[in-house]
T-cell receptor
């Protein structure tokens, strides 16, 4: 039962353009969402997060948008750089539950020079 | 100066063996975790410890036994290894077991690649 879904296994964009990575969730109890970035042979590193009381959070080139009614969030990277090439995981945690993150399967982003 | 470090990074072993993966964090965090990334790439929690106390156990076979000698260490011991145990095991830590927020998020180690043959 996938509670967090990243339906695009891969995405390829040109350097300088916008990268949009999407994530859908099914559990309405989720109230905190995170994006992690993972390079090969390394552990996931925290990128940006958003609470369900917000619909947007921005950090430099990275912006996360949350649409609670659609149970959808997205990560925008502008402008995309070759160093952004990695696997991006969406994760969520539930209000009142034991504190664990539920991860999506990841989307592999390739930024071409 | 690695924040969450785990050893070994790569481990190849035969079915039926017993093996351990060690994890240490130098972040001063109270909570530590083991996550497993299987062949389908899903990253799923296995265990969580807060101040050496088990707080999450996600229906993991009892061949897997975590041990936390102190809050900076969380080791994973696996008995009678099976082919299906082949995966990447990630250790992680967070400030505490309170709700996740911008001030309390999870930091991961680099992973331990376990291959059972």
């Amino acid at each position: 039962d996938q509670q967090v879904k990243q339906n695009s296994p891969s995405l390829s964009v040109q350097e300088g353009r916008i990268s949009i990575l999407n994530c859908d969730y099914t559990n309405s109890m989720f109230d905190y969402f995170l994006w992690y970035k993972k390079y090969p042979a390394e552990g996931p590193t925290f990128l940006i997060s958003i609470s369900s009381i917000k619909d947007k959070n921005e950090d430099g080139r990275f912006t996360v948008f949350l649409n609670k009614s659609a149970k959808h969030l997205s990560l925008h990277i502008v402008p995309s750089q070759p160093g952004d090439s990695a696997v991006y995981f969406c994760a969520a945690s539930a209000q009142g539950g034991s504190e664990k993150l539920v991860f999506g399967k990841g989307t592999k982003l390739t930024v071409n020079p | 100066d690695t924040a969450v470090s785990q050893t070994p990074k790569y481990l190849v072993t035969q079915m039926g063996n017993d093996k351990s993966i060690k994890c240490e964090q130098n972040l001063g965090h109270d909570t530590m975790y083991w996550y497993k990334q299987d062949s389908k790439k899903f990253l799923k929690i296995m265990f969580s410890y807060n101040n050496k106390e088990l707080i999450i156990n996600e229906t993991v076979p009892n061949r897997f036994s975590p041990k936390s000698p102190d809050k900076a260490h969380l080791n994973l011991h696996i008995n009678s290894l099976e082919l299906g145990d082949s995966a990447v095991y990630f250790c992680a830590s967070s400030q505490d077991a309170a709700r996740f927020s911008s001030g309390n998020t999870i930091y991961f180690g680099e992973g331990s690649w376990l291959t059972v043959v």
